[in-house]
């Protein structure tokens, strides 16, 4: 019931705030499938709807007005939110339509966008899938816009440093990831030994490097 009304209240204000073409695109574009990507998947880990814009235009190398389905539009990034129905964005496309949407998803980042996708399949029947996702692509930028750094995110991005790394991790890698220094870094690394989601890999008298155990994927969601 929550989500319910701030939901009516979040379109009731950008409708009270726009004309034309924008309203009408609003009115058009907002519907199951955009309420349900908002209720399923960014409600349960944001609890709100700030700073999130339903129907957002932007322009392409053209000039060429178009809209994304959201807009997130924090002080730290602007991130533009999709969901595709398998209809409408794959099997009724004709070429130009397929190329354009490509160019465009390569043009936005080229400006400044980070481009997030879900399918409408997904969003439905797999929201827990597109929750890890959304949180694995906007962790490390809610990191680095804290002034004081919450423990569990810091722990889920030194995870997500070793998952992207391919290697062993070091208190370097991390020290030089998050800007802090090799004693701080260690100790985050050993409080993740305790937790038993790292290994330590002992060199000689000495741990020098940290090994993923089985299923830590799971804690950086």
């Known amino acids: 019931m929550e989500f319910e009304k701030v939901h009516k209240e979040f379109m009731e204000h950008h409708l009270s705030h726009r004309i034309g073409e924008r309203k009408g695109r609003l009115l058009r574009g907002h519907r199951h499938a955009e309420k349900l ?3 399923h998947v960014w409600w349960p880990l944001f609890g ?3 700073h ?6 932007v322009y392409d190398w053209n000039r060429k007005s178009q809209f994304l389905d959201f807009a997130f539009l924090p002080p730290y990034g602007r991130f533009g939110i999709e969901c595709d129905g398998f209809q409408s964005h794959v099997k009724d496309m004709d070429r130009e339509k397929f190329s354009y949407a490509l160019n465009r998803d390569t043009f936005l980042p080229g400006i400044g966008w980070k481009m997030i996708h879900f399918s409408y399949d997904d969003v439905q029947n797999r929201p827990e899938v597109c929750r890890m996702l959304l949180q694995l692509v906007m962790s490390p930028y809610l990191i680095r816009n804290q002034s ?3 423990a569990v995110l810091v722990e889920k991005e030194v ?3 070793a998952w ?4 062993w991790i070091r208190p370097k890698d991390v020290s030089d990831h998050l800007e802090v220094d090799f004693r701080t870094a260690r100790k985050w690394l050993r409080t993740l030994v305790e937790k038993g989601w790292l ?3 002992a060199k000689g008298d000495d741990v020098r490097y940290y090994k ?3 299923g830590t994927l799971e804690h950086i969601m």
């Open 48 to 50: 709100s709807l700030e």
């Open 37 to 39: 990507l908002l209720q």
């Open 199 to 201: 290994e330590p890999i």
């Open 159 to 161: 995870l997500r440093l």
């Open 148 to 150: 004081i750094r919450p």
């Open 52 to 57: 999130l814009h339903p129907e957002y235009e």
């Open 164 to 167: 992207s790394l391919g290697r």
């Open 212 to 214: 993923l155990k089985e």
